[in-house]
């Protein structure tokens, strides 16, 4: 089977979460061939190709999207990716003709992205239970709020509509006459954006964008849509899959609905992390202007909301996202959880030696961050040392890129020494009060606190960190598929975990689980661990149990393995030219095997699929339909 695996920032591995999976997956499925598409958003992602790739990845495609405004829109030779991108697969400009196409559907996107966002799936579920938003509840109010929600959902699927027209429009346009950049950043695209803000429908805020307002939307648009221009979809790229799977939402699925436009390839989408949320924390923290902001959070919504409906299946990595992705237009018959697998090779030796830790030490692990909220973990373990002396705190972890991880590395080295000034080594006070110990390291003399960098002399190993520690203690405010919990589950450890994210899903009933930014609850559910061994060495040990049954690489790997089959199977023989020689025969092996294989993916309710009618065609005789036929017969009467 030949799959199409689509990533983002680097080949196999993709940045972010979900990095390490995507190798192990491309690995581990070795039977099958890979076609690798990459979209490198900076430069520096380029150098996957110094390494050496696996055997069953027989072709490997690259698109630089990273490159600054100057270098995109001129500059380089004819013939390259980035011409290609820019002016078009035959060098010239839009005539007329293109021109129209181009406004029309890029007046349609713009018109779907700019509108007042529509009720909610919960939002209207209450407005079908109570009336109209605001209604009394009442008969009339019912009656109400029903043809309300009616036109909320009509007009959610125009827009929906709308945008696919625009999106889709806009593709193959790029197909055929080469790439968009050029067009999207046109006074003819800044005068369709106007317009579209302008129109009747759209949300209040977008009506306020200004002119620099318009040219930073084109800029974000046309960034957002330069995978329209790749020159992957043909015969030789995209078109020469079997399947389309993609390693998360966003940019990096959308190669693959245009796939399954131009050839019938159907897509899988696998999502650790929901996207959209994602773009709303992102875009909190940019310059961008409020306007800019809500035309932008609009395209990612319909956007979303396309490749969910267009997906054959999704895979969420725990139910945290699935939630998202449900929210979002997602069916419920398309979702499948397939948590993202961890190797407990590693963690064998501590996990079954049965030792259960040190009494008297708690340990954290991770990445330092302000959403990991250590400042919270501090000031609960101000109340363990009141109640027991002795105990004491190992932080373990690497600080997050940028400034925002190592702030909070100062802040918590500042907090720590304040809070137990008189066991810090080399804290120093001015007029009585300690001074600020910059990003130099707190130390302790055998003290309470103790900062530990990962890799380093003293903790060389994630098992080491583990090892020094009895009660393992997570303090998050966001989390979504918390990797560290597992880690320690699999080294037979008790955890100590905030109510956040895919926590209680992981964890189960073998920790303690406790709500997020409350120091005493923490530093209560602590204590009760470290008060009792032969507890904390139960759940220690049905911890390590649960994680080897559910959170194993050979599970992902399984899982995948049977989605992929599943898939296939429903789409036997569907490029006829590749099925069919010039004869009219067919072809030999040119049906992968796992069409003809029957199993459970094969029943009529696997993806909500009509049933299929195995009776030999002999036996049906001529071509008479009965009252009450169903399935291909419908369609013959």
């Given at each position: 089977m030949r799959i199409g695996f689509l990533t983002e920032g680097g080949c196999p591995c993709a940045t972010g979460e979900s990095g390490l999976w995507c190798d192990r997956l491309v690995r581990g499925l070795a039977p099958h061939e890979f076609a690798l598409f990459v979209l490198n958003r900076a430069a520096d992602q380029e150098e996957w190709a110094r390494e050496p790739l696996p055997a069953n990845v027989r072709q490997?495609?690259?698109?630089?999207?990273?490159?600054?405004?100057?270098?995109?829109?001129?500059?380089?030779?004819?013939?390259?990716?980035?011409?290609?991108?820019?002016?078009?697969?035959?060098?010239?400009?839009?005539?007329?003709?293109?021109?129209?196409?181009?406004?029309?559907?890029?007046?349609?996107?713009?018109?779907?992205?700019?509108a007042a966002r529509a009720l909610d799936g919960e939002e209207r579920a209450r407005g079908s239970a109570t009336g109209a938003p605001g209604g009394t509840g009442g008969s009339d109010g019912v009656s109400a709020g029903a043809g309300a929600d009616g036109r909320a959902h009509a007009y959610a699927g125009a827009m929906d509509e709308g945008f696919a027209e625009g999106l889709y429009g806009l593709a193959e346009l790029a197909r055929e006459h080469g790439g968009l950049p050029a067009a999207l950043r046109s006074e003819t695209a800044l005068r369709v954006l106007?317009?579209?803000?302008?129109?009747?429908?759209?949300?209040?805020?977008?009506?306020?964008?200004?002119?620099?307002?318009?040219?930073?939307?084109?800029?974000?648009?046309?960034?957002?849509?330069?995978?329209?221009?790749?020159?992957?979809?043909?015969?030789?790229?995209?078109?020469a899959v079997d399947l389309c799977h993609a390693a998360s939402g966003g940019a990096t699925a959308l190669p693959g609905?245009?796939?399954?436009?131009?050839?019938?390839?159907?897509?899988?989408?696998?999502?650790?992390?929901?996207?959209?949320?994602?773009?709303?924390?992102?875009?909190?923290?940019?310059?961008?202007?409020?306007?800019?902001?809500?035309?932008?959070?609009?395209?990612?919504?319909?956007?979303?909301?396309?490749?969910?409906?267009?997906?054959?299946?999704?895979?969420?990595?725990d139910t945290h996202a699935r939630r998202w992705q449900e929210r979002c237009g997602a069916g419920r018959e398309k979702l499948r959880t397939v948590h993202p697998g961890l190797d407990p090779a590693r963690f064998a030796t501590l996990g079954e030696s049965g030792d259960s830790g040190p009494d008297d030490t708690l340990v954290w692990v991770g990445r330092v961050e302000p959403a990991k909220d250590l400042v919270t973990l501090l000031h609960a373990f101000e109340e363990v040392r009141k109640a027991e002396p002795g105990v004491r705190l190992r932080i373990t972890g690497a600080v997050a890129p940028g400034p925002e991880g190592a702030d909070h590395l100062a802040r918590c080295r500042v907090l720590a020494a304040r809070l137990f000034p008189d066991e810090a080594a080399d804290a120093r006070t001015v007029d009585g009060g300690p001074v600020s110990l910059g990003n130099g390291p707190v130390s302790f003399d055998n003290g309470p606190v103790s900062f530990h960098e990962l890799g380093g002399a003293e903790v060389p190993d994630v098992v080491d960190a583990y090892a020094a520690g009895g009660v393992v203690v997570l303090s998050s405010i966001v989390e979504h598929f918390p990797e560290t919990l597992v880690e320690a589950?699999?080294?037979?450890?008790?955890?100590?975990?905030?109510?956040?994210?895919?926590?209680?899903?992981?964890?189960?009933?073998?920790?303690?689980?406790?709500?997020?930014?409350?120091?005493?609850?923490?530093?209560?559910?602590?204590?009760?661990?470290?008060?009792?061994?032969?507890?904390?060495?139960?759940?220690?040990?049905?911890?390590?149990?649960?994680?080897?049954?559910?959170?194993?690489?050979?599970?992902?790997?399984?899982?995948?393995?049977?989605?992929?089959?599943?898939?296939?199977?429903?789409?036997?023989g569907r490029r006829e030219d590749e099925t069919v020689a010039a004869d009219g025969r067919p072809r030999p092996f040119a049906t992968p095997p796992e069409a003809h294989v029957l199993g459970p993916w094969t029943a009529s309710g696997a993806l909500h699929a009509e049933p299929v009618d195995r009776t030999p065609g002999w036996v049906l005789g001529p071509r008479t339909v009965c009252a009450g036929a169903r399935g291909a017969g419908d369609g013959d009467a």
């Open positions: 490997v495609r690259s698109a630089p999207l990273w490159t600054p405004d100057e270098d995109a829109l001129g500059g380089h030779a004819a013939g390259s990716l980035l011409s290609r991108m820019t002016t078009g697969r035959r060098g010239r400009a839009y005539g007329r003709r293109e021109r129209r196409r181009f406004a029309t559907h890029f007046t349609a996107l713009a018109t779907s992205i700019c106007e317009a579209a803000c302008r129109a009747p429908g759209s949300g209040g805020i977008v009506r306020t964008a200004v002119v620099a307002d318009l040219l930073d939307l084109a800029r974000e648009i046309e960034e957002l849509l330069r995978p329209l221009s790749l020159d992957w979809y043909d015969d030789l790229g995209l078109g609905l245009l796939a399954k436009r131009f050839f019938g390839v159907p897509l899988l989408v696998t999502e650790h992390g929901a996207r959209l949320r994602a773009h709303y924390l992102a875009t909190a923290r940019t310059p961008l202007s409020a306007p800019v902001r809500a035309v932008l959070a609009g395209f990612h919504r319909r956007f979303a909301a396309e490749v969910y409906r267009q997906a054959a299946l999704i895979t969420p990595g589950m699999f080294c037979g450890r008790a955890t100590v975990s905030t109510d956040v994210g895919a926590v209680v899903e992981v964890v189960g009933g073998t920790g303690l689980v406790v709500p997020p930014r409350n120091p005493k609850a923490l530093a209560d559910a602590c204590l009760a661990l470290l008060r009792d061994p032969e507890r904390r060495a139960r759940l220690g040990a049905a911890a390590r149990a649960r994680a080897l049954e559910l959170f194993t690489v050979e599970q992902n790997l399984a899982a995948f393995r049977g989605i992929y089959l599943e898939l296939i199977s429903r789409v036997p």
